[in-house]
Every structure is written in C-alpha cells, then in structure tokens.
C-alpha cells in the first residue's frame, strides 16, 4: 500500500484518479504549515503539491518513506532539488500541460489590448457610450515577433496563423530548418523589435533573458507596437516599460505577470490606461487545471509503480544498484554538455558521442540524455531534464549521433562529446577518477586534468610569461581565493587553455578587470 499526500489544492479529476487505485491511500491536506508537514512527512511515499507547499531540505530530511515529489504545475522553485536528489527523492513536473491554456490566454490577450476590450467594458458598466474614442486595430495582416519558439511559442505561432498574421521569431537555438516547417521566419532580436506589431515572450527566464525587454529593446520598437507577456515577469524592466508607454515610444502592453505577484501599488504599471493587466491567469482554465491534476497523478503512480519516470527534473532511474552506478557517468556527462553550452560561440546544432570502455558503452542513453540536459540547460532551465532531453533537443533541431575517433585521450572508461555550433566545432573529453569523481581530460586540441564542478574560470591566453600572475594578482586583490589552476596547451608559444576553481564568485567588476588583461584572449566564469 503506497500513501500519498496532496498538500496544495488539485483538480477533482486528479483525486478521483488516484481514488481508482486499489494500492493507493490518499490524505489531502492543505495550508499546513512546515512543522506540521514536518511532522506527517515520516509516513508518506509521494508527496503531491502545487506552488503553495515548500518542500525544503527539512521537510525531505524527516522524510523517511518518501519516493516522489510530484509538482502540478511546472517551476519547482519551491522544492530543494538538490536535497530531494541526495536524498533519493525523485521530483517531477508537468511542464506541457498548460501550454494549450496560455498559448490561447496569449491570443486573447492581444485581441483584447487590441480593442481596447477591458477599458471599454467598465466604460459601458458606467453609463457612457464612447464607440469612437475605442476605436482599436485588426490583427490581420500584422507582424508578430515571438520572443521564445518553444512548445507554447509554437502553439500561438499556429493560432495567429488563422488571424492572417505574418509570423516572425527570435530563437538562437531553433534551427531555420524548424522555422521553414512551420512556416516562420526566424530572425535576430534586433530585425524582429525592428519589424513586430506585436512582441509577445514566451522564452524562459534566465540570465540572458532577465529583462530582455528593457530601455533599449523598447527603444528599437515601433511607436504602434503592442507588448504581449504571459511567460514570465522578469523578462521586462517594468520602470523602463512604464516610461516608453507614457512617451509614446510604444503604443500600449498586455501582461499577465510582472516581476513581484501580486505587483506592489507603486508599480508605475498598473492603472495605466494603455496597459492590460491580468493577475496570472495564463493556464487559469478548467481544461487545464483538469490535466495538469490528471497527468501529475499518473506520474507519480507510475513513479511508484516502477512503470516510467517521465518528467523527473532531476534522475529517471529508481534509486538502487543501477541507479548508483549510472548516476556518477550522468553528471560527467551533463558537465560536459554545460561546459559545451557555455563554451560555444554560437548555436549548438550537431552533438557527436563516443563512449570508450566497457563500464560506459551499455549506457549510450543515459549519457546522451544527460549530455543535451547539459546544453539545453543553458537556456531551457527548469524546463528540461533527462527524460525530455533528447525531445527537446529534436524540437531545436538539434542531431545527435554516435561516432568514433573523436578522442584518443588514453583513459580505459572515457565520454567523448564533439558538437558543431555556427563558427566552428569542440571536443570534450571526460573520465571519472576512481569510478568516482568527475574529470575533463582533453578540451579539443588541449590535455588537461580539470575538476569541473563549482565556480569555474575558463580562460584562453596567448602563452607568454607572466599571465597566471596578473590573473592570480587581481583575484587575490579583491579576495577570491584560486582552489585549483589547470592549464594545458598544445604547443610552446601558442594559446594556453585555464581552468581555474573559485571559491567565490568574481563580481562583474573583476571579471571585467581579468578580461583586460593583455594577453587574454577569452576569458568566461561558469558555475558548474
């Protein structure tokens, strides 16, 4: 008998799925509080929640029986991954479940800004008939710049078809053989702010995201363009968007989130009359209230029953022997793809693998999983993991092949991963020392004995004397402390390759400075 909690509100269907199960005991409890969650925690196999419900390092440390943290939804911003991963916690998301909802919240919110829907409303509501003042524009004929073609990019991409919308899109990592299928333009950030109506976000938020929309994106739109955001609110600079609606630099906004929910009553935003504001209610429908409850449900079962493992954000393997022995390869493989990411100079499009020994050939799959969530990361965050990786990496058009020669690093068990980007290709050799601690052996043309875990400087230098101690010299002024210093190089005189453990993170003023040094000719610092 598996007993299951539901700590947040869940659809009726779910509950009535899980009230089908002969095996399955069932307690819903909502709004309780961490130490009463602390203390009933100890007999449960899943735990069920929604965004209400922490699930912190404390609630998995009095864990004893628990399996699963299933999400109903998809960030997990309120569950301890990394806890719930040592603890042998698997947690699961439902990223695709909404997506139908707010692809058709976004349409409606464009149609709505666009005739002045709302405002029009509460005009009638108090006695006036103001037809001209609420004269609004059609959607045909139109440009729409879609910020993010991921999966509900691609489903307002089809909708807005309909409406005889021209479709344009700004993803660096689609490929243009993705964009003719669907029959979309994709081009860079700065032609589609240039050219769009109506930009509407459906990219995630990640360090390169956060604020995309912002004083000088705005700056490069038209007059008469319309802003659409039902992603997330982060990705705009709220004061520097509330300025261009008051100048006219844009036209008007539609935004169903903003960067602090509910948004403060200083929010220059809201009460604006050429802003629609919503309060988050992108996949706010039954339909998908319905299946986001439905399909968490099924997940955790399966979970549970040792079925499958599908949506796991952090391993797709129950814990146990396998899982002990393939995990360690895993993450080499996934710092690998990190360090590919980070390391290209353009969109990865190709990933070649060659595994070298007998401990890693029989694990092709995983490896190749773990090596695309490693990539994907980059820019997909919480939204991919190692089941849906390689789906994912086909939807970007990235291939994925097997291939030998790659490497002739002499290690017995060895991963090996080429990927071509626009501008060029890199090899990334890795071994686990002792079976167990993850190592970078090679970097292409460089052999090297690399500790990739941690804050990671990564530096490309011409090899002439006394580059290590102006490195070392600025790091040691502004007092972070070198915890390791590879470097390799291919011959005397050349480039030299560095990479360096941090024990702290170099503020954006150091790296700066680091970066100015003469003979650098690259220099990045990752957090792997």
């Known amino acids: 008998m598996f007993h299951i909690l539901v700590a947040d509100s869940l659809g009726e269907a779910g509950i009535e799925r899980l009230r089908l199960e002969s095996d399955i005991e069932i307690d819903v409890k909502t709004g309780l509080t961490k130490d009463q969650l602390v203390q009933v925690i ?36 309120n569950i301890d991954v990394r806890a719930a991963t040592a603890k042998g916690v698997i947690v699961m998301n439902t990223p695709q479940a909404n997506s139908i909802a707010t692809a058709e919240h976004t349409i409606a919110m464009m149609l709505a800004v666009s005739r002045h829907i709302a405002i029009a409303h509460e005009s009638v509501r108090q006695g ?220 990865i499009r190709s990933v070649e693998i060659e595994l070298q020994g007998d401990a890693v ?17 980059g820019f997909l965050e919480d939204s991919v993991n190692y089941v849906n990786a390689p789906i994912l990496a086909e939807r970007h058009g990235i291939t994925v092949m097997q291939s030998k020669g790659i490497s002739a690093a002499p290690y017995a068990h060895l991963i090996s991963c080429r990927v071509h980007f626009e501008g060029g290709s890199r090899t990334i050799s890795g071994a686990l020392f002792g079976g167990v601690h993850p190592r970078i052996v090679q970097v292409s043309k460089y052999h090297m004995d690399v500790d990739p875990s941690g804050i990671v400087l990564v530096m490309l230098n011409k090899d002439t004397p006394g580059v290590i101690g102006q490195i070392g010299s600025i790091l040691g002024q502004h007092r972070v402390n070198i915890g390791e210093w590879r470097l390799g190089r291919a011959e005397k005189g050349g480039d030299a390759l560095s990479f360096v453990n941090l024990d702290s993170y170099p503020s954006a003023d150091v790296i700066a400075e680091l970066k100015n040094v003469q003979a650098v000719i690259k220099l990045e610092v990752l957090t792997l």
């Open 361 to 377: 050939q029989e694990l092709l799959k995983p490896i190749a999983a773990a090596i695309l969530k490693g990539v994907l990361q």
């Open 128 to 347: 006036r008939w103001e037809r001209v003042k609420f004269q609004g524009q059609q959607l045909s004929g139109k440009v729409l710049g879609i910020i993010g073609l991921g999966q509900i990019g691609r489903l307002v991409a089809h909708r807005a078809k309909a409406f005889n919308m021209e479709i344009i899109a700004h993803d660096p990592y689609v490929s243009e053989e993705v964009g003719r299928e669907m029959e979309v333009s994709l081009v860079d950030l700065d032609q589609l702010l240039a050219r769009a109506d109506y930009v509407s976000l459906h990219t995630s938020l990640s360090h390169e995201t956060e604020s995309i929309i912002n004083a000088r994106t705005l700056g490069q739109m038209k007059t008469s363009a319309i802003l659409i955001n039902p992603a997330r609110g982060k990705l705009v600079d709220e004061a520097a968007l509330a300025a261009a609606l008051e100048a006219g630099g844009i036209r008007a906004a539609a935004l169903d989130v903003f960067r602090q929910e509910p948004p403060a009553k200083s929010n220059p935003l809201i009460g604006m009359p050429n802003v629609l504001h919503l309060p988050h209610l992108g996949a706010s429908t039954m339909e998908a209230q319905r299946d986001v409850a439905v399909q968490i449900v099924e997940q955790v079962l399966d979970a549970l029953h040792n079925k499958d493992f599908r949506n796991s954000v952090n391993m797709p393997f129950i814990p146990g022997a396998d899982f002990q022995r393939t995990m360690p390869y895993m993450n080499l493989a996934e710092k690998i793809g990190r360090l590919h990411f980070h390391m290209a100079t353009g969109p």
């Open 42 to 77: 100890p007999r449960y196999d899943a735990l069920i929640v929604r965004s209400a419900t922490v699930v912190d390092q404390d609630v998995l440390a009095a864990a004893r029986r628990l399996r699963v943290v299933g999400r109903a939804g998809i960030g997990v911003d």
